[in-house]
């Protein structure tokens, strides 16, 4: 284990200045900022992509206030991802200086646009890049951790709010005339950490190295927000003051920024992380959890629909190691969550896409050890476009090429899978007695996170495990469970998230005196200023 693991420090993050093309990049921001030319940051709508604007917009108003600088999201919809050639065309005739944050590495048509136009195009992106030099845009400059031809950053799996942050780090040392920033910029970075680690959770990057140290502290800077629209939208998702973690932005924060852009515009969201207006911040807030819970309507029936067919199909046979699925009915909008779940129901590469007209846009959702992205180069031929990385990307094809495209999908997933690849692999980390899960074995696991990809939270086995307590309803949504387990000495509450269903089909009720083998993950519950250990059931079996 790297020995600075468990004591990060803001101090492990690498001199932003070794970022391919970012002194470039900074330098021309500045000269812009000073001669007040017209500055816009075209975003990608996602929760990585607009946390990445607000940081540049943040930044470029501290270092002044006047300074003439406004924000482009693309709508998902009826523009896509990533830079388009119309919006560009349109933003060179207002603008001087356009700053891509999360998109644009593969922009070669749009960035050709502004070059004719004479208007500068800087690209800050973080996705895979052409593989060599001579495919990239011909942009001003681009900021990326590894772009083919130059000597690669030494962390290659920064997310485009980090990718962001780096380049506001690096303007802030700039405008210094230092390879420091000023006391007031400082303060600000640190502020912005809580905007750069809701991108890193929420595009779900490796949660080790420069990525950890940002989530770590900017989770702390989440807690304690100067910047209103984050305070808000924590208040709003129901996020104490005395704690938070990983799964807090996964499962609260994330998808109420992610939702409104989804469904609509992502506007709202950017308004929201950039407002100095406290009645604007609330409002919006409240805005974002009623189209979350659209979202989550939505995604339900897609999901369901999407899972039926999948079956039908006969996708989820063992011969059949990958899904891809169409409909004109689904909303494209969460069509990635959807694939997210139908990976986790049937554990392969899914793609899922909505049919408009005669043109197919589609996500896709990988497993570990599918690299999505190669996949989708080896089958380029049928795709009208496609970007993205490993466990995640997009692409648009035409309706007539789609079965082809299926059928070269499936296969090359059929040639890189083996039937073993298809079975979800658990790893236990520790066997462990009831009575050894205290506050203090408790604490001393929490030196571990943040938790997430790379770095998942410890699972637990306890051989044996008498309920205590019969399965009670936990919340008002009828999909989670809770029940105790131990004896009179000793009890563990075992909190059992989306569990309800699982359960019901498999007939399983969860009675007093039975003994069952749990996996579970352990943590600390805050309430009213008591702290206790419980866990959350991650898998269970008859004792034997």
């Known amino acids: 284990m790297d020995p600075d693991f468990l004591t990060p420090s803001l101090t492990q993050l690498h001199d932003p200045s070794l970022l391919p093309g970012i002194d470039r990049a900074a330098e021309r921001i500045l000269r812009a900022i000073r001669q007040r030319q017209r500055i816009v940051v075209y975003a990608d709508y996602d929760v990585d992509g607009v946390s990445a604007a607000a940081i540049l917009w943040h930044m470029v108003r501290a270092i002044d206030p006047d300074a003439n600088v406004s924000t482009y999201l693309p709508h998902r919809l009826e523009e896509g991802y990533g830079l388009n050639a119309e919006a560009i065309s349109k933003l060179c005739d207002s603008h ?78 700039l405008h210094n005339e230092s390879e420091k920033a000023a006391p ?21 990057v490796p949660l080790r190295g420069e990525n950890r140290v940002i989530a770590r502290f900017g989770l702390e800077q989440i807690l304690r927000s100067a910047l209103l629209g984050v305070r808000a939208l924590r208040d709003e998702s129901g996020i104490g003051e005395d704690s938070i973690d990983a799964a807090d932005i996964g499962f609260r924060l994330a998808p109420r920024l992610n939702a409104i852009g989804r469904l609509g515009h992502a506007r709202e969201a950017l308004e929201l992380l950039t407002t100095a207006d406290v009645g604007r911040a ?11 819970d659209e979202r989550r309507k939505t995604e339900s029936l897609i999901s369901r629909q999407a899972e039926s067919l999948a079956v039908q199909a006969g996708m989820t046979a063992h011969d059949h190691r990958a899904i891809v699925l169409c409909d004109s009915s689904w909303h494209r909008g969460v069509i990635g969550i959807c694939c997210s779940r139908l990976v986790g129901q049937f554990h392969r590469p899914t793609i899922l896409l909505q049919r408009d007209g005669e043109t197919c846009h589609g996500s896709a959702r990988s497993i570990d050890g599918f690299d999505l992205h190669e ?60 009575g050894e899960l205290d506050l203090a074995a408790a604490e001393d696991l929490a030196h571990l996170a943040p938790f997430g990809r790379e770095n998942n939270k410890p699972l637990l086995l306890i051989r044996g495990a008498r309920i205590a307590s019969a399965a009670r309803p936990l919340g008002s949504s009828g999909k989670h469970l809770s029940f105790a387990i131990g004896d009179m000495r000793t009890a563990l509450r075992i909190k059992c998230w989306n569990w309800a269903g699982i359960l019901a089909n498999a007939g399983i009720s969860l009675r007093p005196g039975q003994e069952y083998d749990l996996l579970v993950s352990p943590e600390i519950n805050t309430w009213n200023g008591r702290r206790s250990v419980e866990a959350s059931l991650e898998d269970l079996r008859l004792t034997d």
């Open 184 to 204: 007031p910029f400082k303060r600000l970075l640190v502020e912005l950490l809580a905007l750069a680690a809701m991108g890193v959770i929420a595009d779900v």
């Open 282 to 292: 609330t409002d919006i807030a409240k805005a974002l959890s009623v189209w979350n």
């Open 96 to 173: 001087d200086l356009i700053v891509s944050v999360d998109c644009g590495v593969t922009a070669v048509v749009p960035a050709r646009i502004a070059r004719d136009r004479k208007i500068d195009l800087i690209i800050t992106d973080h996705h895979t890049p052409p593989t060599e030099a001579a495919g990239l845009p011909e942009a001003f400059s681009i900021v990326h951790p590894a772009i083919p031809g130059h000597k690669p950053y030494p962390f290659p799996h920064l997310c485009g709010a980090g990718v962001a942050f780096k380049l506001a780090w690096r303007l802030a040392t």
């Open 375 to 434: 996949a989708l180069q080896a089958c380029s031929e049928h795709l009208e476009s496609f970007g993205g990385h490993a466990m995640a990307a997009g692409m648009k094809i035409r309706f007539d090429r789609l079965e082809a495209f299926r059928h070269a999908f499936v296969s090359y997933a059929n040639s890189k899978l083996s039937h073993s690849d298809l079975t979800r692999r658990t790893y236990i980390d520790a066997e462990c007695e009831i």
